[in-house]
Nanobody, 118 residues
Framework: QVQLVESGGGLVQAGGSLRLSCAAS????????MGWHRQAPGNERELVAL???????NYADSVKGRFTISRDNAGDTVYLQMNNLKPEDTADYYC????????????WGQGTQVTVSS
């Protein structure tokens, strides 16, 4: 079983920055794509950014140019650098990972809250 633990959320003023981290454990060698989703109150969970094991990244249009996703060489920790934050970025942010082989499945972290004040 793969476990994902996020950290780095908090309260920040508009225009500020935060860096989220997600550490995976258990079966990390099986992880292919990792990434971040977010869910604001009353909204559905939406994709923020994904990164493959070889470093190819994809972003939602709403965060392009402001957020950067990265992954460590071991492939078991993923980061989300969020710059020029806007109030509409306020949400719970969830780390996700796709396992392969005997760890096939989608895994989720418990979420970390990001609040951007205007």
């Amino acid at each position: 079983q793969v476990q994902l633990v996020e950290s780095g959320g908090g309260l920040v003023q508009a225009g500020g920055s935060l860096r989220l981290s997600c550490a995976a454990s258990g079966g990390t060698f099986s992880l292919n794509t990792m990434g971040w989703h977010r869910q604001a109150p009353g909204n559905e969970r939406e994709l923020v950014a994904l990164i493959s094991r070889n470093g190819i990244a994809n972003y939602a249009d709403s965060v392009k140019g402001r957020f950067t996703i990265s992954r460590d060489n071991a492939g078991d920790t993923v980061y989300l650098q969020m710059n020029n934050l806007k109030p509409e970025d306020t949400a719970d942010y969830y780390c996700c990972a796709l396992g392969t082989g005997s760890y096939t499945g989608r895994y989720w972290g418990q979420g970390t809250q990001v609040t951007v004040s205007s």
